[in-house]
């Protein structure tokens, strides 16, 4: 297990929880930052998924400046890494989905896990709980399900700091 | 965000988490108190439903008084207000979906929000995680989760006292 | 409600948190013990559960000695039942549906029950969260959240320590 990266802190939460608005929160509040960057994973694939994307782009703070993401997502974070910064990912399970759709995903999920070690840049990483209720039937949600719980349990060996949103409150798992 | 009321909690919970037993327990111990009221929010649609409301009302402590209140939520509470009356409501979960299915709920909501600050009554608020699984296909399942996923935010900043209950047993969040 | 069992842990947590890792690490640390039992209650009904069940043993410590047990868990732990041996079940979810589906739950469940205040073993008991999120239309799905949320309830009463598992790292309830 690799040892544990200093700053990195994994935010995990239901739908609706809170935690993107916690981590942003965190964030902004990281001492000596003085860069925030945003990289959103989500695709708008209709109408209703287009209104939420912007719906969180008009309440985000202005010190944010946004990337779009939805795969390649550890050579976009080693692109902005550097002393100072501030980068959260939101969400995670937004990008398994994309990366499980181009059947991708094994390179995506290893490339995250190599980059972060080294990242200088502190890195917020935003992930839906997906595995507490009962799992709908067909082979994609038992795959994404599961390939969820194993990157969370991977990304909470990594980082040295692992918060569970419930209703906007956090608890600290590590 | 309004100041801390003193004395209202939020008690979330998944399906059979034991969340009602605990807040009524939670109720019945508040020192002072010398009147119960148990707003009971569920709608009995088929057999099932009608059997686990006979099933809760049966086992419930002889000092509550039931009422029923599907809609106009913050109206009955409201009604019931005074110093020394506990008041619990079970659960707002129910509530969100009577409201939604006749279209009502940014009124049941608003006014929800607005009554609670100024009761001396002690509220407790009883309510289903529902947010951390797959959430279902279909906009109705979508909407759901959201709205009750902002509603527990805006009511965890509202209560000074926020329990998430697993098997019975109370997580403090606040 | 009975009264404390020395030692007993009961592991919850949803698909793919590591609650059976966590069970078994926290299983092998047991001081004293000679004797690790493990009570498997999966059936691999299709080619995709299979794969699961072998990965799962393939991945166990060697000190581990396998038993499958779908039905009839509580005869099981009895039978292996011993000062000095640790016994872990996994999973209580899994052994709820197969009593479900042969209609022997409320035996299975009360033997259960029965059988663990008295057991000199230590028994670890890991199940699945599965009422946090939108359970799905159907009454099966309903009982058997329902059924495992007051099974938890009732062993979360009779264990002295209950753990929920998120992301690999335990919070403790109990």
Redesign the interface.
Known sequence: MTEAIPGHH?V?G?????KSAYAEREALAVPGASRWIYIATGQAHDA?MAERIAHHRAHRDARWRTVEAPLGLADVIAAYDAAGTVVLVDCLTLWLSNALAVDTWAAERDALLAVLPGCTARVLLVSN????????LG?L??V???????L??A???LCPR?S?I????P?S??
């Not at 709980?129 to 709908?136: L, N, Q, R, Y």
């Not at 994404?144 to 194993?150: I, M, N, S, T």
């Not at 419930?166 to 409150?169: E, F, P, S």
Request: hydrophobic residues 50%; without cysteine; proline residues 2%.
């Open positions: 994994l995990l239901g739908a609706r929880s809170g209703e709980e997906v595995g507490s209720g009962i799992v709908p082979e949600s038992r994404f399900v599961d390939e969820a719980g194993r969370h349990q990304l909470a060996a692992v569970l419930v209703a906007g409150l608890l798992l590590k």
